[in-house]
């Protein structure tokens, strides 16, 4: 369609627009479909209306990189940029005001966003880099962890999982209470609270205010007793950061990391389940079946609000200075003068997506995810000689959210390998032996076997 037939700029506000409620269970279903209506109607920007406040959504390939990368320096992701929150239009009581509550990096701009992030480009690069003992260390790590899931999986046999529940989400979340240097015991209830919060449960709030609380008294410790650890790295890099601010940040690697991580393995698994030719492609390597992925089915579907600080011409709309701007990555994605130039019969497919971000806010756990996935998919399919979805793939529940593209639940039948594959050596060195069965008595693997129906 032709940009004639688009709306025109014309005194078109915001809040003259009809927009249509996003997140409904079309969305939900198929949001591929709800950006294509959109884009049909209204070009690469659309009015949307997001739990009753209206935004626009931004689809283009080329618009949403723009915004992105923001090379003019007009876009914002300052709170105190948007015009209705300032001016008290915003309702209190709106859903998704949590998310944006928390006042750390994310909502930054300028030297004080470049600060943070170089601080976190420090702290993460040991923990990112293979040639590195703490990366070697991690790696060795993850392969641990994903052995000791699917061992608790195993247990008696043949049988049914939620592998979201019981291997994708405490995988990663097992790897950032390791990042974060909690002791032990209490990673376990960390570890617990972080998924209460996530889950957005009637135990949230606590689980927010506990976790608050656990990364405010982690960083206090790590002040007086550092360790090969992302906070006291941090420290290291930026010694002026306070306790509070610290434990915002810190906060992140969970919320952000963990959760885009879990639905990220969740994806994958599918993608491997589902695709004849994927599954067999497993062996020349799963960071192509990542990437590939990471393209056709972003986690981070969209990301949280930027907003211009001046009026400034997008798609065929004005958009007015403090207007709230969601730009949808797999909208982009989606985006016809983007998917015109990918083979899909391709298995290396390309790099030049936006999934993990561009400009000034992009992501810098990439590696970090990429590795933590690429073992969990693999150890999975090493140890089960039989692994199938128990539900049509079209029939798989997704999470109601405007920012994420994960799965509620991943329900699958498997069969352990008759002799399950040893862990391959990491860097050079020799295999770990297979792992001795994880403890029974923790609150964490009481509550995971729970899930599989033992009570160990």
Sequence with gaps: MTSDAW?????QTLASLAAEPLLTRDYDADPGAVHERLRAAYGPVAPVGLLGVPVWMVLGFDEVREVLRDDSGVWSKRLDSWRDLTE????ANWPLAPAFAVNSSAFQDGSALRQVRDAWTAALAPFQDRSHPLG???ERAVHRYADDLITVLSEGGAGYADLCAQYARPLPLMVINRLLGFPTAQ???VFMD??????AGPEAAQAAGRLMASMAGLAAAKRSRPGDDVPSYLLAARPEFGVDELARELIMLPVLAGDVTASLISNTIVEVLVDPAVRASRAEGVQEIVNRVALANPVMANLTFRFPRTDVKLGAFT????????VSIAGAHADPLFGAAIDPGLMRSTRGHLAWGVGPHRCLGRQLATTMTTIAVDR???RFAGLRLALPADQLPWRPSPFVRALRSLPVRFEPAARPAPRPAASGTPPEPAPAAPPARSALWRFLRALRGDRG
């Design 7 to 11: 709306p025109r700029p014309a005194d």
């Design 88 to 91: 008290g239009r915003v309702p």
């Design 136 to 138: 070697r260390d991690l």
């Design 187 to 189: 990673g376990d209830e």
């Design 194 to 199: 972080i998924w209460r919060m996530l889950d």
């Design 319 to 326: 958009i007015a200075a403090g207007d709230p701007v969601m």
């Design 380 to 382: 999975l399919f090493d």
